[in-house]
């Protein structure tokens, strides 16, 4: 028998949470982000539930290319763009519309086969300052890619610092127009949490992520009141059972000291699974679907949890990491992190189940 962790993909909600987007967006076109494997739910599998999306969003060029070869035929973009020029034959051989963001970029546009001809979305920084030109720059990259002789399609680009916080995204959207006024391209601007907070940020193209896999992008509402689904479920089961004496101490390094005698499991599931190692005790977990909460350190392989109030729990009871029931916000919360790196950190060993 396989060691019992899982992580089964409900394909239905990340069907719903396209449709809650789509209900949001009106007539905006929808880019699925699926970099980073789908946030761990499977580029394919993400791309045949989204497949009422306009396009896809993604970075790494052999998932585009192997998402061509599956025969998705609308818009893959390039997030990253190229990073030198034999991607940009890769790309104009698979139809790949490719970000711009720097003038690196730029000139190897200039390299690029005579007969190829690309898609290009020119990112603007708006004031994220990772990657793409000032809008200064940026009026001059415009100038140029409107006449170059490969681009045959545009669209400007920016991307949001804080659409989830306090700073709100008007200071950047007012740069990003100072570019984009008067020109008539399409424009996309709008992550998950500008989605849903601004819908003047809507434009063309929305690029929703976390929000289509049923998380929330905001600290201070969840998924469930937004409308979302989770669509991944990391569930296992409790391989041991034991009963702690008062003062006996748990795990490595004994952090977690029993201050009573306590009755503890022990999960099949540790940070080599995925599961984040900062998780304190406390985190909450569900047990036979009731909710208790990790005890001591997270190991690599096991992680242990407290059955005080569940005398029926044994070895073999189903135990759910995150997902249904629990969210993986909540998880993330706890353990100092957001639900984006719990979701693309879960590992390859742990096999991926569909319903
Ligand atoms: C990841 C990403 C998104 C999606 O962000 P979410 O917060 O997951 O909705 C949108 N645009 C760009 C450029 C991204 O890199």
Redesign the pocket.
Known sequence: MPRPIKATINVAHLKHNLAFVRSRVGNASIFA?V?ANAYGHGVERAARAFSAADGL?LLEIDAAVEMRAAGYAKRIVL?EGVFDVADLHTAAAHDLALVVHSAEQLRMLDAAPPAARYDVLLKVNSGMNRLGFTPHAAGIALAQLKNHRVVCNLTLMT?FASADGAHGVAWQTQEFERVAHGHGLARTLA???ALLRYPDTHADWV?????LYGCS?FADLTAAQLGLKPAMTLASELIAVRTLAAGERLGYSGTYVAPAAVRVGIVACGYADGYPRHAPTGTPILVGGRRTCTLGLVAMDMLAVDLSSMPEAHVGTPVTLWGEGLSADEVAASSGTVS?ELLCAVAARVPIVEV
Request: no cysteine.
């Open positions: 982000v970099k969003a997030l991307h992550n998950s949490a690029r929703p992520g976390i929000m992008p984006y």
